[in-house]
C-alpha cells in the first residue's frame, strides 16, 4: 500500500469509528425511549438517520475495497454496514409495531458492535476478515427480522425510488447474509 492509501485508510477508520459512536449512541437512546406516539415518531427518524450514517461508512468501505482490493476486511464492513443500512431503514417504517422496533434495536447494536470490531481490525499490520466473528443466534435473529417484511417494505428512506432502482427487499438481505458466509 502507498502513503496515500494508508492515509485515506487512516481517514477512514478514524471518521467509521466516530460514526459507530454516534451510532451507538443513538441506538441506546431509542432503547431507552418510551413507547408513546411521539417516541415512536422519532424513534423511526433516529433509525432512519442511523442508516444513513451507516451508509456514509458502507460507500467508504466499499469504495476503498475496490481501491485496495486485498484488504478483505474493507469487503466485509462494506457488507455488514448495507446489512446494518437494509436493517435500520426497515426498521424505521414499522413505527406502530414496538416489538419488533425494539428487537431492531437489538440486532442494530450487536451488528454495530461487530462492525467496530471490523474497523478495529483494519488497524492491525496484517488485518484479516476472518478475525470478525458472527454467532449463529445473531445469522438466526437477522434472518427472522428480514423475514417479518412483506416483498414491498422498501431498504431504502424513500418508499418510491426516484431514479427506478430496485430498492432492498428480503431477497438482497439474505443475499448479504450469503455474501458474508451465513
Request: charged share 25%.
Amino acid at each position: 500500500m502507498s502513503n496515500d492509501d494508508d492515509n485515506i485508510l487512516a481517514g477512514f477508520i478514524s471518521e467509521s469509528k466516530s460514526l459507530i459512536d454516534e451510532l451507538l449512541e443513538k441506538l441506546e437512546n431509542i432503547e431507552d425511549m418510551d413507547d408513546d406516539r411521539n417516541s415512536r415518531q422519532t424513534k423511526s427518524d433516529l433509525l432512519a438517520d442511523c442508516g444513513n450514517q451507516v451508509d456514509r461508512i458502507m460507500g467508504g468501505a466499499q469504495s476503498m475495497a475496490m481501491a485496495i482490493p486485498k484488504n478483505k476486511t474493507l469487503s466485509l464492513i462494506g457488507d455488514m454496514a448495507q446489512l446494518c443500512k437494509a436493517v435500520s431503514y426497515r426498521a424505521s417504517k414499522v413505527g406502530d409495531n414496538a416489538s419488533l422496533v425494539k428487537t431492531a434495536v437489538a440486532l442494530l447494536l450487536d451488528v454495530t458492535e461487530i462492525l467496530e470490531n471490523a474497523v478495529i481490525e483494519l488497524e492491525r499490520p496484517t488485518p484479516t476478515a476472518n478475525q470478525v466473528k458472527f454467532t449463529p443466534a445473531l445469522i438466526e435473529r437477522l434472518r427472522w427480522f428480514s423475514s417479518q417484511f412483506a416483498q414491498g417494505i422498501s431498504g431504502t428512506v424513500d418508499t418510491k425510488t426516484k431514479t427506478g432502482a430496485p430498492s432492498l427487499g428480503q431477497t438482497d438481505i439474505d443475499d448479504l447474509l450469503k455474501k458474508l458466509g451465513f
